[in-house]
């Protein structure tokens, strides 16, 4: 089993991994590959992911039964605690701020 999750990709990407695997939901896809394939979805995320951030999941023979990999700037970031993979959150500062909805301008409607 093979798990992709991607924010704020661009459409280009997001159509690539849409030809390998099925979006189950908005920026989530899966599917079943070996390692070759799996590396080859996984370069093309990383070449094409540009501001956004991507976190893929398989399945390994490890203790946790999963493996998994990030690239792009998130918060969370993996971490080996004695050969045993985590996620360790970072400082908020380390993202790049996006100023929101709140403070963009806004027009008023002519009555």
Known sequence: ??????EDAPPRLRGRLAVWLLEIRAGVYVGHYGRRVREMIWGQVVSYIEGGNAVIAWAAPT????EFDTCGANRRVPIDLDGFRLVAFGPEAALPRD?????????????
């Open 1 to 6: 089993m093979l798990v992709i999750v991607v």
């Open 63 to 66: 203790d946790a039964g999963f």
């Open 99 to 111: 100023p929101g909805p709140l403070s963009m301008p806004t027009r008023r409607r002519a009555r």
